[in-house]
Nanobody, 123 residues
Framework: QVQLVESGGGLVQAGGSLRLSCAAS????????MGWFRRAPGKEREFVAA????????YYSDSVKGRFTISRDNAKNTVYLQMNSLKPEDTAVYYC????????????????WGQGTQVTVSS
C-alpha cells in the first residue's frame, strides 16, 4: 500500500500562486510516476501534470503548460505542483496519484490516490 497526503490548497485571487504538496509513504517501488489530476464541479477528472521518479521527466496538459511546474524531492518522497498565474477555471479539487511504471495521462492507470485538496481561484 502507498499512502498519499496532499496539502497546500486554498483560496487565491486570479493571477496568484499556490504550491501543492503530496507526501508519499508506505510501500515504494523502484520505478514509478506521480501525477496530479483535478476535478472541477460538474466536470470529468482531468490530467494536470506528471513526473517520473527515476529520470524526472515531466508532462503537462496544454491548459497548464507554462503556468504550472511539477517537481519532486526524492529524500522527502514528496511531489510538488507550483501553480502560477492562476485562473478561475483552475478551480477544482486537486488529487495526486501514483502508478508503477511510465507516465500516463489516464487516471485509470494510477494505483493509489490522495484525498484531494481544494483550490479556489476568485476572479
Amino acid at each position: 500500500q502507498v499512502q498519499l497526503v496532499e496539502s497546500g490548497g486554498g483560496l487565491v485571487q486570479a493571477g496568484g500562486s499556490l504550491r501543492l504538496s503530496c507526501a508519499a509513504s508506505g510501500r515504494t517501488v523502484s520505478s514509478y510516476t506521480m501525477g496530479w489530476f483535478r476535478r472541477a464541479p460538474g466536470k470529468e477528472r482531468e490530467f494536470v501534470a506528471a513526473i517520473t521518479w527515476g529520470y524526472g521527466n515531466t508532462y503537462y496538459s496544454d491548459s497548464v503548460k507554462g503556468r504550472f511546474t511539477i517537481s519532486r524531492d526524492n529524500a522527502k518522497n514528496t511531489v510538488y505542483l507550483q501553480m502560477n498565474s492562476l485562473k478561475p477555471e483552475d478551480t477544482a479539487v486537486y488529487y495526486c496519484a501514483v502508478r508503477s511504471g511510465w507516465y500516463s495521462l489516464n487516471g485509470g492507470d494510477y494505483d493509489y490516490w490522495g484525498q484531494g485538496t481544494q483550490v479556489t481561484v476568485s476572479s
